[in-house]
């Protein structure tokens, strides 16, 4: 069966009512302590105040444990000898595939917040068995929803979510959605805007782009982002230097073979994720272009491979983990009876700059 079983849970540090409340592993242990350290940046305080909030100690004073009170209402903290025993103890995660670098992040940091929370996280895929394949094995396990990673609903499958009102979730769904099923992404259009101007900023007014696919509201949402950069420095947009590719390795190599043999070829590449930066990196060894010598390159993601690729990639970076908490707690929501305050969440990307970008140095001639 293509399924995934991560077992992740949860204790509460300390004791309560003088019994000892006991954990599941030291990985549920390290989870509870991410979320609990994380809480308590959150509010400015330190660990030991919120550990002392959570158990309900009287030595914190009432504006400190209403801070924290409110942030661990947010995240979706209950305290484990108050939780409802017939609370779905578990969540579904479907992914297209489990292979690149995108899916793992993204699927760590679904395991981490639901973790954090003492639920248990069924992962797999759309390989084998459909989005309405899933669905029935949600009621099937009595699981609390599924998180649905780049997939495409078909109406059918949408109707059957709002009609049976299904807790679902979608992260970076590759259509735009009905507004009764809510949906997690980044500032894709912005942070592809932030990484151009980057380049222009170095000099680069030669900028070539392997995007994602039309069909992929990221993917277009990047390509858009990417223009609205060049348009706003006055440079005109040339499809001679500009593929679209799935966010595929190989794929990439393949056509970024093809933008730098181009007549007037980029002195830069902006590329629509991680995957394809890394081809783009070996389209440029195998033509004997050094990196950032004679190519910048700038990626979008900021998976753990960015920053191990040779060299190192400037990039996109978005927030994984953020991703990951927000869809667990809107998710968790959902299937508690209530509606999120908005259809669709962006969580905003961040620029992160190493030695893959430089200013520029090779003059094109045409």
Not at 27 to 48: K, N, W
Not at 190 to 219: F, P, Y
Request: hydrophobic share 40%.
């Amino acid at each position: 069966m293509d399924r995934y079983a991560v077992r992740s849970g949860v204790s509460v540090f300390g004791e309560r009512n003088g019994h000892r409340v006991t954990g599941r592993g030291k990985g549920q242990l390290e989870a509870q302590y991410g979320l609990l350290t994380s809480i308590a940046g959150e509010a400015g305080v330190s660990l030991s105040t919120v550990s002392k909030v959570v158990h309900r100690r009287r030595d914190v004073g009432a504006a400190t444990r209403e801070r924290v009170e409110e942030l661990l209402a947010r995240h979706g903290f209950v305290r484990p000898w108050e939780r409802d025993p017939a609370t779905p103890r578990q969540i579904i995660a479907v992914f297209r595939d489990l292979s690149g670098p995108y899916t793992l992040e993204v699927v760590r940091g679904i395991v981490d917040a639901a973790g954090g929370l003492g639920i248990d996280v069924v992962t797999g895929t759309t390989s084998r068995r459909s989005i309405s394949g899933w669905l029935q094995e949600c009621v099937a396990l009595g699981a609390a929803g599924i998180v649905i990673v780049i997939s495409m609903l078909s109406e059918e499958d949408q109707r059957r979510i709002v009609e049976q009102r299904l807790p679902v979730v979608l992260i970076d769904p590759l259509s735009a959605p009905s507004e009764d099923i809510p949906s997690i992404g980044v500032t894709n259009w912005s942070g592809a805007r932030d990484a151009v101007k980057h380049l222009l900023d170095l000099g680069h007014t030669r900028i070539g782009m392997v995007a994602g696919r039309s069909h992929s509201l990221a993917g277009a949402a990047r390509v858009h982002g990417y223009r609205a950069a060049l348009e706003e420095a006055g440079l005109a947009y040339d499809p001679a230097i500009v593929r679209s590719t799935d966010f595929d390795y190989a794929e990439a190599l393949a056509t970024s073979a093809q933008i730098l043999r181009a007549d007037d070829p980029p002195t830069a590449v902006f590329a629509a994720s991680d995957a394809q930066a890394l081809g783009v990196l070996e389209a440029a060894r195998q033509q004997g272009l050094a990196v950032p010598d004679d190519l910048a390159v700038m990626s979008f993601d900021d998976t753990l491979v960015a920053a191990m690729a040779c060299p190192p990639l400037s990039a996109v970076r978005q927030p994984f983990e953020e991703l990951g908490r927000e869809a667990t707690r809107v998710l968790l929501e959902l299937a508690q009876g209530r509606a999120p305050a908005s259809p669709r969440i962006e969580l905003a990307t961040e620029l992160v700059l190493r030695t893959s970008t430089s200013v520029r140095r090779r003059v094109n001639t045409t």
